[in-house]
């Protein structure tokens, strides 16, 4: 079996594939109505919040756009924070919808540094809503929400945050935190298939959505909202993942947060003890090393992309490159998910034997 472990997909278990391989059902029916309210409760108690949950077909990027559109008008200022591929991707969004983008960068590999945060606010009376991305999955960073949250909140802004590749597997208390729109994606920590975004909605978020004007009709939050109180999406639901999100949600609650993070947070370790054990250096520092991936400067003078391409060849083992700027600067082993520690020893004994061949040596 093939070892997958870059951020999403992820693997599934059995019981999950299982579940993928059901018959269809009515989607206007009640046993899909069952299913929907069960997956929301679930979500709810790995979101931390008792905020409104809405369940949306298409991929994380499509739930990216629909925060934006939702929540915004074309002419508003927003705080984009940003400190890689995804937290542009989000400011890309709000751009092209017509939102007056005030970009906030930190250079990739470096952590949000929430008192530039507040300076930036301070300096941007205007600013209706800070865009943020929890965990950076392009650098493998987590940004301190819980501290940029609360500089957020002193000053009363919006708070849209995208968590595709934390929630469910690094601890995000979404109301705790103050976060008024979250955005997940089921093939990253959730055990389930690509094809849901899931959105948590807090007060204040409904109140900015009543006035958002950036056109919307696919992605409406208020329509999503009406349906999923009769138990019902507004267009046809990728069924086959609700029913794999439903099962790789009792999973996850069978072994419980605490211990999904602490799970997460093992794996993690034992990824960036074992790389650096080889002479390699992590591309971020432990403080803000992400949970769910692990992203390794690739050594100078080894070609990573031949590098990888053996690893998949010879050892069924997959890692994931790096993107734009970063692309053949360093490599990112995914670890979300249903992942345990003997996925991450596997790729460090493949790594042990691959990259001397590729003529790395180590100094350590
Ligand atoms: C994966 C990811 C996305 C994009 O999700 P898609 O499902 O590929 O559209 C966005 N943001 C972050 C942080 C991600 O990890």
């Given at each position: ?15 999950v ?22 997956v929301?409760?679930?979500l ?11 369940l ?130 089921s093939?990253?920590?959730w055990m389930a298939?690509?094809?849901l975004?899931m ?42 993942v609700f029913y794999a999100l439903q099962t790789g949600l ?115």
């Amino acid at each position: 079996m093939q070892n997958l472990r870059i951020p999403g997909p992820t693997p599934l278990p059995e019981e999950v594939l299982k579940a993928l391989s059901r018959q269809m059902i009515n989607h206007r029916g009640p046993e899909f109505k069952k299913i929907l309210v069960d997956v929301t409760d679930k979500l709810k108690k790995l979101f931390q919040t008792r905020n409104d949950i809405l369940l949306l077909t298409g991929s994380g990027t499509g739930g990216m756009e629909a925060v934006i559109v939702n929540t915004l008008s074309p002419g508003d200022k927003v705080l984009s924070v940003s400190n890689g591929a995804f937290g542009d991707r989000f400011a890309n969004i709000a751009k092209r919808f017509g939102a007056e983008v005030v970009p906030l960068k930190f250079e990739w590999g470096k952590p949000v540094d929430p008192d530039a945060v507040r300076r930036a606010l301070q300096a941007e009376p205007q600013v209706q809503a800070v865009l943020v991305t929890h965990n950076e999955t392009s650098t493998g960073i987590t940004n301190d929400l819980a501290s940029i949250s609360s500089v957020v909140k002193e000053f009363g802004k919006l708070l849209l945050v995208d968590a595709i590749s934390s929630l469910g597997s690094i601890d995000l208390p979404v109301d705790k935190w103050h976060c008024d729109v979250t955005v997940t994606g089921s093939q990253k920590g959730w055990m389930a298939p690509p094809g849901l975004a899931m959105v948590s909605v807090s007060q204040e978020g409904w109140q900015a959505i009543a006035k958002a004007k950036m056109p919307r009709f696919y992605w409406d939050f208020t329509q999503a909202k009406s349906d999923a109180d009769k138990g019902q999406t507004p267009w046809t639901p990728a069924v086959s993942v609700f029913y794999a999100l439903q099962t790789g949600l009792d999973i996850m609650l069978a072994e419980g947060l605490p211990n999904i993070f602490a799970r997460h947070a093992r794996v993690a370790k034992a990824a960036r003890t074992g790389v650096r054990a080889l002479g390699l250096s992590t591309f971020a520092e432990e403080y803000c090393a992400s949970n769910t991936v692990t992203a390794v400067t690739a050594p100078d003078g080894i070609d990573i992309k031949k590098v990888l391409k053996t690893l998949e060849e010879q050892y069924q083992i997959v890692l994931a490159g790096g993107q734009s700027r970063l692309d053949g600067k360093i490599f990112r082993i995914g670890h979300l998910g249903w992942v345990n520690e003997a996925d991450i020893a596997a790729v460090i004994a493949a790594l042990k034997v691959v990259l001397p061949q590729a003529g790395f040596r180590s100094t350590t």
